[in-house]
C-alpha cells in the first residue's frame, strides 16, 4: 500500500501506512524472521488479560514443546500466546481492531477536512460584507490552540495514559461496534501500549494529524475563497484603542514576515478600521489576505506538524524498543514457567534391588540371663540407664561400631540370653545396616524386642518409620516398647507377664 | 575446551535420611523432584537434575540412595583389600569393589552410590547435625573419602537445639575436610547457597567462572521474583482500595448485605494474589503449609474482617465514618463520595480523564438522590499488605523441601502495632481510593502508575527495614 504522501488527501494515506508500519507490519514480516514484533506482543497481551479473567488455558502441550527449544523468555511467551490465540479465533479479533482501527482514522480524517473547510468559508461569508480580519482569524486559530494547550497541560500532568481527547475519540470509533473478543484485542493494545509509553505517543499523533489537517483545509478554503472572491478587510472597536490592534497586527506578523508572507505596515493597519471607512486596495487585500494565511500556517499548521512529526517519531521509538516486562507482576510467573532455572534430568541410575531380608530367626535353645544391648544411641542417653537395679541382666554395647559389635556378637554367643531387648534411639534414622546386625543378635536368644529410648522426643515422622521399619523386618508391634517401665517388664518376666 | 563446556557434575551423598532429596528441592526451587520422607532409604535409584544459567546447563545434580551399612561394607572391601598382593588406591578399592559380584547383590544401593560417585566433579555430603557420631558415619567417611572426589560436607539442622555441630566439625577435619557449609534444607535464608557455591568452587579447579555465573543468576532471580511480589502484592491493594459499594437509603440490613458483599471480594481478592505469590515462588497451594503464618492449603485461615484479627494489628475498629452494621465489617460509609477533592476532578481534566469526571458527575447526582459508598477502610489495607507482605518474607525464607512436619514452628499469632505505614496510607492508595472505575478498566494508564508507585514503596520499604 505504497500512497506518495501529498496533502491533503494523501496525508491520511500516510498516517495510515505509517500506523501500519509502527505498529502492524513490523509485525507480520519479522514472525519468520524470530524477531519479535509488536503484534506478536500485542496477541501475548490479549491472552493474558484473556488469561487473568478466565483463569490459566490448558498449555502443557506446548509448554513442553518450547521448553525442548532454545528460544529466549520472551519469545517462550509470544509463541505459545499465539498458538492459544490461534485457538480462541483471537488473531480474527486482532485483524477486526487493526481494520476498525483504520477505518478511525479514516473517519476523522474526513472529519477534519469537513470541518476546517467547512470553517473557514463560514468565518469568510459570503464576500457580501466586509469580513472582521481579527475575528476570522481568531475564529480559525483559537480552538486549535486551546487545544493545544490542553494537550500539553495533560502530557505534563496526565501520566501516561494522556495523549488527547481527540485520540482517545478515535479508539471509541475504533472499538465501535466491538464483540468481546475484538474488545480484548483493543484492552491489549491499550495496556500494552500504556505499559511501553506508546499510548501517549499513538494518541498525540492523532490528534495533532486531526488539527493540521483541520488548519491545512482551512487554509485551502483560504485560498479558494480568497482566489475567487472579493472580500473587504476590516478590523474594529468598541472599547479599544486601535493602538493596541495596531500592535498586535504586528507582533503577530512578525514570524509569518521572516518566511516571506506580506504583512500590513502601521498605516494600512489603521487605514482598515471600520470606522476610518477606508476601503481597501487591491495590494491591501492581497496583504492582508497573506497575513491572514500567514499567521495560519505559522501559528496554527506549523506547531501540529512538528509536534506530529515529533509524536510519530516518539511512537516509532517506543514500539521499537517495546518489551514485555518479564520481571513485572504480570509476567513473571509465567516467565518462570516458561524458563525454569532447573530441570529435572530423570532416573540414571534406576532401583532394581531385589530387597533380601533376612528372616528372624529365634534360638528357642537359648535360656541365658536376658540381656539389654544398645545398638545406637545418642551421646546424652546414659548407659546402662541408671535407674534400672535389676541385679539379673546383662548390659551390652552401645555396639555402634565394628570392634564394639563384634565383641557384643561374642559375648551374646556366649551368654545365650532367653530375651534380647535392642535399646536404640527414636531421634535417630533407623537403616538397613543396622536392622540386618539387629536381626543376627536375634539369632543368639529365644525372644527379641526393640525398645525405643526417647520415643516421646522424637518427632513423629521420624517415629513412624521406626515403627515401619522394625515391622517389615519382623519386629511385630507387639515387641515394640515405646517405655522404660514396659520394655524392663517384658525383660524381667516375659512376654506372657 | 570440553571440561569448560560439559556441565559440572554434583553427587549428593550421605546416610540415609539426612536430607538429600530435600537439599536437590532446595536448590533446583522444585518441589517435584524425588520423592520426600521420614521412611529411611525413600530414594533408591539415582536421579538427576540439572540447573541453567540463560537456557544453558551449569550443574547437574545427582541425588543417591543413602549408604545404609557402611559398617558392613567397609569391613567387606577390608577383607578384599588383605586379598589383594599389593597396595591399592582408594579409587582403585571402589572400582575393584564395583566389579565385585558385591556391588549388585548386598551392597548394591552403595554401589550407585559410589559409581555415581566416581563419575562426578564434586559432592556434597549431607549430614544431619543433630546425630551423635556414630562408627557407621566414620565408616561411611572413610568409604567415600577413597573415590578421590572433593567432599563438600553440608551441615543440615544446624538451627536444631540438638545439633552437635562442634563435634562434626571435628570429626570432619580429622578426615580432611575442612570446608564445611552450614546448609539447612528446609529453610536455607539468605545467602546460604552463595555460600555453598563459594565454598564448591574454592574445591574444585577451574569451575569459579560458572559456579559465579550461577550465584549471580540466581540472586538476580531472587530480586525480580521479589519486584514481581512487591508488584503482585502492590495491584491487590490498589483494586481493593479502588473497590465500592453503592447502597441507596440507610436502612441497617441492605446496608449489611452490601458491606457483605464487599467484604466478600476483598477476601477473594486476597486470596488470588496469595495463589498468584504462591505460583510466583513455584509453591502449590496442595502441599503448603505455613506454621508462622495462619496458612492452612494456601488460605488463610482467620478472617481478614475478624475482629480479633484486626486487634492484632493494632487497628482501631471502631470511630470514623462507620456506624451501624458497617461498623463491624471493616468497612467505611461515604456519603456520595464526597470526599473526593477537587484536585481528583482537576487533575482528571487535565489527564483528559473524562471517564473520571464522568463517575464523579454520577456519584455527585447519586449522592444528592441519597446513594451512600461503602468502601473498605484504611485499617483493612493495612492489614492486607501486612499478611501478603508476612507471606512474602516466609515464602522467600523457605526452601523447596519443606513439608507440614519439618517446618520450623514459627511463634503463633501476630505481633501487635505492624501496620505497614504509619498514619497515612500512601499516595498510590489514596488516589485508589477515589478511582473506583479502575476496577471496570483495568488498562487504565493511572493505575498502572498506582501500581508501579505503590511497588516501588514496597521496596523501598523492604530495603530499609533489612539494612
Same mark, same amino acid.
Given at each position: 500500500m505504497q500512497v506518495s504522501c501529498t496533502a491533503p488527501a494523501g496525508l491520511v494515506e500516510c498516517r495510515i501506512i505509517f500506523f501500519q508500519r509502527a505498529g502492524i507490519r513490523l509485525a507480520e514480516s519479522s514472525a519468520s524472521t524470530g524477531k519479535l514484533s509488536f503484534t506478536g506482543r500485542w496477541i501475548a497481551e490479549a491472552v493474558r488479560l484473556h488469561e487473568r479473567r478466565h483463569g490459566r488455558l490448558d498449555d502443557s502441550r506446548e509448554v513442553s514443546h518450547l521448553l525442548a527449544g532454545k528460544d529466549p523468555v520472551e519469545q517462550r511467551i509470544v509463541r505459545r500466546a499465539q498458538v492459544l490465540a490461534e485457538r480462541m479465533g483471537l488473531g480474527e479479533a486482532v485483524q477486526q481492531w487493526r481494520t476498525g482501527l483504520r477505518w478511525g482514522l479514516a473517519g476523522l480524517a474526513l472529519i477534519a477536512v469537513f470541518t476546517g473547510f467547512g470553517a473557514a468559508l463560514a468565518v469568510l461569508g459570503d464576500g457580501q460584507r466586509s469580513v472582521n480580519i481579527i475575528w476570522t482569524l481568531a475564529a480559525l486559530l483559537g480552538l486549535n490552540l486551546l487545544m493545544l494547550i490542553l494537550w500539553l497541560v495533560g502530557m505534563l500532568f496526565g501520566g501516561r495514559a494522556s495523549g488527547g481527547a481527540l485520540g482517545r475519540s478515535w479508539l471509541q470509533m475504533a472499538r465501535w461496534p466491538g464483540g468481546a473478543r475484538r474488545g480484548i484485542a483493543a484492552r491489549a493494545w491499550y495496556s500494552l501500549g500504556t505499559e511501553c509509553n506508546a499510548h501517549r505517543w499513538m494518541l498525540g499523533s492523532v490528534t495533532h494529524g486531526f488539527w493540521c489537517l483541520y488548519t491545512l483545509a482551512a487554509v485551502l478554503a483560504l485560498l479558494l475563497a480568497l482566489s475567487l472572491r472579493a472580500y473587504e478587510f476590516v478590523w474594529e472597536t468598541t472599547i479599544l484603542s486601535s493602538d493596541v490592534f495596531v500592535r498586535f497586527v504586528q507582533w503577530s506578523a512578525w514570524l509569518p514576515a521572516r518566511v516571506g508572507f506580506a504583512v500590513p505596515d502601521e498605516s494600512m493597519v489603521r487605514a482598515s478600521q471600520l470606522a476610518a471607512e477606508a476601503v481597501n486596495g487591491e495590494s491591501q487585500r492581497r496583504i492582508w489576505s497573506s497575513w491572514l494565511l500567514g499567521c495560519l500556517v505559522i501559528y496554527g499548521l506549523l506547531p501540529r506538524l512538528i509536534l506530529l512529526l515529533g509524536s510519530a517519531a516518539m511512537l516509532l521509538y517506543r514500539v521499537r524498543r517495546c518489551r514485555l516486562d518479564l520481571h513485572s507482576p504480570e509476567w513473571a510467573v509465567l516467565a518462570t514457567r516458561l524458563a525454569p532455572a532447573s530441570e529435572q534430568g530423570g532416573v540414571v541410575d534406576p532401583d532394581t534391588m531385589q530387597a533380601g531380608i533376612p528372616d528372624l530367626q529365634l534360638d528357642p535353645e537359648a535360656s541365658g540371663v536376658p540381656a539389654v544391648l544398645a545398638a545406637e544411641l545418642g551421646d546424652d542417653i546414659p548407659w546402662p540407664p541408671a535407674d534400672w537395679s535389676v541385679a539379673r541382666l546383662e548390659y551390652l554395647g552401645p555396639a555402634d561400631d565394628r570392634d564394639r559389635r563384634q565383641a557384643v556378637q561374642q559375648r551374646l554367643q556366649d551368654i545365650r540370653p532367653a530375651r534380647l531387648l535392642f535399646a536404640v534411639d527414636a531421634r535417630l534414622s533407623p537403616d538397613r545396616g543396622l536392622m540386618n546386625w539387629m536381626l543376627r543378635q536375634c539369632g543368639f536368644s529365644a525372644a527379641c524386642g526393640v525398645w525405643l529410648i526417647q520415643a516421646d522426643q522424637a518427632d513423629t515422622g521420624r517415629l513412624q518409620s521406626w515403627r515401619h521399619t522394625l515391622a517389615v523386618n519382623g519386629f511385630a508391634p507387639s515387641m515394640q516398647y515405646m517405655d522404660a517401665p514396659g520394655a524392663r517388664q517384658w525383660l524381667v518376666r516375659g512376654g506372657d507377664a | 575446551m570440553n571440561a569448560a563446556r560439559a556441565p559440572l557434575r554434583i553427587a549428593v551423598v550421605g546416610h540415609t535420611n539426612t536430607g538429600k532429596t530435600s537439599l536437590l528441592r532446595t536448590l533446583t526451587r522444585d518441589r517435584r523432584f524425588g520423592e520426600v520422607s521420614f521412611r529411611p532409604g525413600t530414594t533408591r535409584h539415582v536421579e538427576m537434575a540439572r540447573l541453567l544459567v540463560n537456557g544453558r546447563v551449569v550443574l547437574e545434580l545427582y541425588d543417591t540412595p543413602g549408604l545404609e551399612d557402611p559398617i558392613a561394607l567397609l569391613e567387606q572391601m577390608d577383607g578384599m583389600k588383605v586379598r589383594a598382593a599389593k597396595r591399592l588406591d582408594g579409587p582403585t578399592r571402589i572400582a575393584r569393589f564395583l566389579q565385585s559380584e558385591w556391588a549388585t547383590g548386598r551392597f548394591e544401593q552403595e554401589a550407585k552410590v559410589l559409581r555415581q560417585l566416581l563419575q562426578s566433579d564434586a559432592a556434597f555430603y549431607v549430614i544431619d547435625a543433630r546425630d551423635p557420631i556414630l562408627g557407621k558415619y566414620r565408616d561411611e567417611l572413610e568409604l567415600l573419602s577413597w573415590c578421590g572426589v572433593p567432599l563438600l560436607p553440608l551441615l543440615n539442622f544446624v538451627a536444631d537445639e540438638r545439633a552437635a555441630e562442634d563435634r562434626w566439625r571435628t570429626v570432619l577435619a580429622r578426615a580432611g575436610l575442612h570446608a564445611i557449609v552450614r546448609f539447612d534444607t528446609v529453610a536455607p535464608g539468605q545467602g546460604s547457597e552463595r555460600l555453598l557455591y563459594e565454598k564448591l568452587a574454592t574445591l574444585i579447579d577451574g569451575h569459579r567462572e560458572r559456579l559465579l555465573a550461577l550465584i549471580e543468576s540466581h540472586e538476580q532471580d531472587a530480586r525480580h521474583r521479589r519486584q514481581a511480589a512487591f508488584g503482585l502484592i502492590a495491584e491487590m491493594l490498589v483494586d481493593v482500595a479502588a473497590d465500592r459499594a453503592t447502597v441507596r437509603g440507610r436502612d441497617e440490613a441492605v446496608l449489611a448485605e452490601a458491606a457483605g458483599r464487599l467484604n466478600q471480594r476483598v477476601r477473594e481478592r486476597e486470596q488470588q494474589c496469595l495463589e498468584a505469590l504462591l505460583d510466583l515462588y513455584r509453591f502449590t497451594r496442595e502441599d503448603i503449609e505455613l506454621h508462622e503464618l495462619p496458612i492452612r492449603e494456601g488460605r488463610w485461615e482467620n478472617d481478614l474482617f475478624d475482629p480479633d484479627t484486626l486487634r492484632l494489628l493494632g487497628a482501631r475498629i471502631g470511630g470514623g465514618a462507620a456506624f451501624g452494621a458497617a461498623g463491624g465489617l471493616g468497612v467505611d460509609v461515604m456519603f456520595g463520595g464526597l470526599t473526593l477533592g477537587a484536585g481528583t476532578a482537576m487533575g482528571a481534566l487535565a489527564g483528559g480523564g473524562f471517564q473520571t469526571v464522568r463517575h464523579y458527575g454520577n456519584r455527585l447526582v447519586g449522592a444528592l438522590g441519597g446513594e451512600q459508598q461503602l468502601r473498605v477502610r484504611d485499617s483493612i489495607l493495612q492489614l492486607l499488605a501486612w499478611r501478603q507482605l508476612q507471606l512474602l518474607r516466609a515464602l522467600e525464607g523457605r526452601?523447596? !523441601? !519443606?513439608t507440614a512436619a519439618l517446618a520450623l514452628q514459627g511463634q503463633a499469632g501476630i505481633p501487635e502495632a505492624v501496620a505497614p505505614w504509619k498514619g497515612a496510607l500512601p499516595v498510590a492508595l489514596r488516589r485508589a481510593r477515589t478511582r473506583p472505575e479502575w476496577l471496570d478498566e483495568p488498562e487504565t494508564g493511572g493505575r498502572h502508575d498506582a501500581i508501579r508507585a505503590l511497588q516501588a514503596e514496597l521496596g523501598a520499604g523492604h530495603e530499609s527495614e533489612r539494612t
Open positions: - | 526452601g523447596h !523441601a !519443606a
